[in-house]
């Protein structure tokens, strides 16, 4: 009779091959874009049978959301490092979302994929919601660490549903990087300007 691993080990040989799966995934859209992110390619280059890729994520869309999800864990990171500095929650709202513009637009795939999640939601995702509470924590100073969701406001509180709109205005920008009718600096521009009466009371 076999035995079974620990629950312990298991937990974590099952995370590793999560993780695998997603790197390999961002791999490929770096190369050639979410198409490339093709469900036989990635299982049979991340080592792990068809059947298995599908128990973790059930469509495509829902492993292009992993790897963009991926993208925002690095975004929160460089952010908990080098946290901004600008004076006001203005200032400091914007610096975070042209290091996210700049991220993703280094692979417009994946930043045309978190756009589509985001407004077409053909999968359950907590991106925006992700993207609102790290913006609120930079707007009034909080830092950007694991465990600080005692730190965010009841979601319906004025406060968050302000930060939400910039969130909202950023995706609207974003897409029109991908259209090709904004440039980066016209996008800062822009988000400066509705940044500054939406936080003008944090």
């Given at each position: 009779?076999?035995?079974?691993?620990?629950?312990?080990?298991?937990?974590?040989?099952?995370?590793?091959r999560?993780?695998?799966?997603?790197?390999?995934?961002?791999?490929?859209?770096?190369?050639?874009?979410?198409?490339?992110?093709?469900?036989?390619?990635?299982?049979?280059?991340?080592?792990?049978?068809?059947?298995?890729l599908?128990?973790?994520?059930?469509?495509?869309?829902?492993?292009?959301?992993a790897?963009?999800?991926?993208?925002?864990?690095?975004?929160e990171?460089?952010?908990?490092?080098?946290?901004?500095?600008?004076?006001?929650?203005?200032?400091?709202?914007?610096?975070?979302?042209?290091?996210?513009?700049?991220?993703?637009?280094?692979?417009?795939?994946?930043?045309?994929?978190?756009?589509?999640?985001?407004?077409?939601?053909?999968?359950?995702?907590?991106?925006?919601?992700?993207?609102?509470?790290?913006?609120?924590?930079?707007a009034?100073?909080?830092?950007?660490?694991?465990?600080?969701?005692?730190?965010?406001?009841?979601?319906?509180?004025?406060?968050y549903?302000?930060?939400?709109?910039?969130?909202?205005?950023?995706?609207?920008?974003?897409?029109?990087?991908?259209?090709?009718?904004?440039?980066?600096?016209?996008?800062?521009?822009?988000l400066?300007?509705?940044?500054?009466?939406?936080?003008?009371?944090?």
């Open positions: 009779m076999a035995v079974q691993a620990p629950i312990g080990m298991r937990m974590r040989n099952q995370n590793q999560r993780k695998r799966i997603v790197q390999t995934a961002a791999a490929l859209a770096l190369r050639g874009g979410v198409e490339a992110m093709q469900m036989r390619t990635v299982a049979e280059r991340a080592g792990v049978a068809l059947g298995t599908y128990r973790y994520f059930p469509s495509k869309m829902d492993l292009v959301v790897v963009v999800t991926e993208e925002l864990d690095l975004l990171t460089s952010i908990s490092r080098r946290p901004p500095n600008a004076e006001t929650a203005a200032g400091r709202a914007v610096d975070v979302l042209m290091r996210a513009t700049r991220g993703l637009m280094r692979e417009p795939e994946l930043a045309d994929a978190l756009v589509r999640s985001l407004i077409m939601a053909e999968v359950k995702t907590e991106l925006g919601a992700r993207i609102t509470d790290l913006l609120y924590r930079v009034t100073g909080t830092p950007v660490t694991e465990g600080e969701e005692g730190a965010l406001p009841d979601r319906d509180a004025d406060d549903v302000l930060v939400g709109s910039l969130a909202s205005i950023w995706i609207f920008e974003l897409l029109e990087i991908l259209k090709g009718h904004r440039d980066m600096e016209q996008v800062q521009q822009r400066e300007v509705a940044a500054e009466p939406l936080l003008a009371g944090f």
